[in-house]
């Protein structure tokens, strides 16, 4: 179980040699559902698009850290 503050900073990356999942419980979720469905229509057998990975992000006023990208 994990606890990402609200307004702080987070990561996760997959260290893995194999695709990996993950379950996510948001409270308040809000837009969350829509977020990671929409992420999780992109592509995963290729490197992610990331000006699309962007554009989401941006559509649920989210952000990611220059040194991500």
Avoid: C, W
């Amino acid at each position: 179980m994990l606890y990402f503050p609200r307004l702080v900073a987070h990561a996760f990356t997959n260290v893995g040699k194999t695709n990996a999942r993950a379950f996510f419980v948001v409270s308040p979720g809000e837009n969350f559902e829509r977020f990671f469905t929409e992420l999780s229509a992109l592509p995963a057998a290729q490197p992610p698009d990331m000006a699309k990975v962007v554009e989401i992000f941006e559509r649920y006023d989210l952000n990611i850290l220059p040194n991500a990208l």
